[in-house]
């Protein structure tokens, strides 16, 4: 079937305002990953769902960022108040939740957020 | 997570093999060695993974030193469509988090 689903595929915002971006993963991946890409450096986690599990929200960086997931579905990321520094290509990834398959995990090709 | 090291950025000829080192000198028993590549403006995208065997699939292999302490990925015939950057992570089955670093920029040339 497709592949891991982001939208929009480039978001230029003003500064102060709110963006909502969305990931659709792969159909029967129970397990989705939100990571952040600044330009020239690595990825860097931000959030994980894992069913109807609480989600790890260690890796986001202030109360501005949140997540939501729906059921098994669509999860969309909104940050508040968008700041300069937030501008990066914010990724998607989703994998199955068996213990062996946990960290083979399937990207998307990515939201670049631009803020002005 | 067991911290990685490699090189910054490595060429390679097309239709050569391309041989990818990571230093994992502080992993432990229970870390895989996973490796993924970022080609531009895409999505990283998972190549291969190991414990102790070396590993083999259709996109390249996976030689783990017997101490642990390093691995080289293998491309065996490199292609122009290879050009990516390169990453090395040691991640337990408990874990989760892809937290990459630089990698490796692979140049593959005419």
């Known amino acids: 079937g497709a592949g891991v689903s982001q939208s929009p595929s480039n978001k230029v915002t003003e500064k102060g305002k709110d963006v909502e971006l969305r990931c659709d993963p792969i159909s029967g991946h129970t397990a989705l990953y939100w990571y952040r890409q600044r330009l020239g450096q690595g990825l860097e986690f931000l959030i994980y769902f894992q069913g109807n599990s609480a989600p790890d929200k260690s890796g986001l960086p202030s109360d501005r960022f949140s997540a939501e997931r729906t059921g098994e579905s669509v999860s969309t990321l909104t940050i508040q108040r968008t700041q300069q520094e937030d501008s990066a290509v914010y990724l998607c990834?989703?994998?199955?939740?068996?213990?062996?398959?946990?960290?083979?995990?399937?990207f998307g090709a990515g939201t670049r957020l631009s803020v002005l | 997570d067991a911290k990685t090291t490699q090189p910054p950025s490595m060429d390679c000829a097309e239709g050569r093999a391309a041989n990818l080192p990571c230093n994992h000198s502080?992993?432990?028993?229970?870390?895989?060695v996973y490796w993924y590549r970022q080609i531009h403006s895409q999505g990283p995208q998972y190549i291969i993974h190991?414990?102790?065997n070396n590993e083999t699939n259709e996109m390249a292999s996976l030689i783990i030193t017997e101490d642990r302490k390093s691995s080289t990925l293998i491309l065996p015939h490199a292609t122009l469509r290879d050009t990516a950057v390169y990453y090395c992570i040691a991640l337990s089955n408990s874990g989760y988090a892809l937290n990459f670093g630089k990698g490796t920029s692979l140049l593959v040339t005419p």
């Open positions: 990834a989703s994998s199955l939740t068996r213990v062996w398959a946990k960290n083979i995990q399937y």
């Open positions: 502080t992993i432990s028993g229970n870390e895989y």
């Open positions: 190991g414990l102790k």
